[in-house]
């Protein structure tokens, strides 16, 4: 019987509970979708307001000008995730690192796929930013590794996991999860959601060496998380997780 995850993890759009905060990330969302569509020298606010479903004046009641969104764009991409990780510490802490690391792969790809535009848009925008503006792009995402880095190796101390280089296991998972956003068109028409949850859940706990066909309380004593799904468990699990909806 596949046992539920205890969830710590809140849904990636309840994590901004500031109404002013939440209209500001849903115009960053809405501007993206303009820019990856039209490009963005060649979009004007007023094609902003459009496809917000605002007016120009109302607009700027929340955002000053293009480039302001652009910038907003960049800090979200660049520390949101690794904000919300510094945040969880505590939490992730208090749960063996099978678990932990399976939510921590839930939540990411949740995130990536809230949030897919602007990444796919920040992907392509990274090349023409300042240098100073890419170190802070690359800071942040060695603060996402060190996050992944610092639960797999809490695992090797406890036994839970064996790799002999914690930090390229790391580099594979924001590679597996970065791939939900930046090329949902090809994964997209192959799995769902929540298929690709499980499938790189799966993955990642292979490297670890955790064993595919053991049960939680056989491949982690100490632990009462489930492990990743088999090959033939991947579906099953996969409507499990549909069953129980998003974090």
């Known amino acids: 019987m596949t046992q539920r995850r205890v969830v710590i993890i809140t849904r990636p759009e309840e994590y901004i509970k500031d109404r002013h905060g939440r209209i500001r990330t849903d115009i960053m969302k809405a501007a993206c979708k303009v820019f990856i569509k039209r490009g963005y020298d060649r979009t004007s606010m007023r094609d902003l307001a459009v496809e917000f479903g605002m007016s120009k004046g ?13 910038n907003m764009i960049v800090d979200f991409i660049s520390f ?5 990780f510094q945040q969880t510490n505590r ?3 208090e749960i063996m690192p099978t678990q932990a690391m399976s939510e921590l792969i839930d939540y990411s790809i949740r995130f990536h796929n809230e949030y897919q535009d602007m990444y796919v848009f920040n992907n392509h925008i990274s090349v023409s930013l300042s240098k100073e503006r890419r170190q802070g792009m690359f800071t942040a995402h060695e603060r996402v590794l060190d996050r992944y880095e610092k639960v ?3 695992g090797i101390e406890t036994g839970d996991f064996t790799t002999e280089d914690p930090r390229f296991v790391a580099f594979m998972i924001s590679r597996l999860v970065s791939a939900w ?5 090809y994964l997209g028409r192959r799995y769902t959601m929540e298929q690709y949850v499980a499938r790189v859940t799966q993955s990642v706990l292979g490297l670890l ?3 595919p066909d053991s049960s939680p309380a056989e491949g982690s004593k100490r632990s009462s998380a489930t492990n990743g799904p088999t090959n033939q468990q991947g579906d099953e699990q996969a409507k499990v997780y549909t069953q129980r909806g998003p974090i």
């Open 181 to 185: 956003s930046l090329s949902r068109h």
């Open 80 to 84: 949101q995730e690794s904000e919300y």
């Open 209 to 211: 060496g955790v064993d």
């Open 152 to 154: 797999i190796r809490r």
């Open 91 to 93: 939490q992730l802490s």
């Open 58 to 70: 109302g607009l700027y009641h929340y955002i000053g000008s293009k480039d302001e969104i652009l």
